[in-house]
């Protein structure tokens, strides 16, 4: 099938790559990078939602948000 396999991925699409046999998307990340991202929720308490306080709308501490292009 090796003429008749690109032109039919070519003709109907690729199958996609991140799922596995069951069907389950799979991320093919190394195991070294899954393993920081891990680390970084559990340890960091700015992305650990424990420790999430709500939004900063109204506090007086701190700075008003303003976006670069706004000439306020």
Excluded at 8 to 18: H, M, W
Aim: net charge positive; no cysteine; aromatic share 10%.
């Amino acid at each position: 099938m090796g003429v008749l396999k690109p032109v039919l991925d070519f003709l109907f699409g690729k199958d996609p790559d991140i799922f596995d046999d069951k069907g389950n998307v799979v991320h093919k990340h190394p195991k070294k990078k899954w393993e920081a991202w891990s680390n970084r929720l559990k340890l960091d308490p700015k992305y650990n939602w424990r420790h999430h306080t709500g939004t900063q709308a109204g506090d007086q501490k701190a700075p008003p948000a303003t976006h670069p292009n706004n000439k306020n």
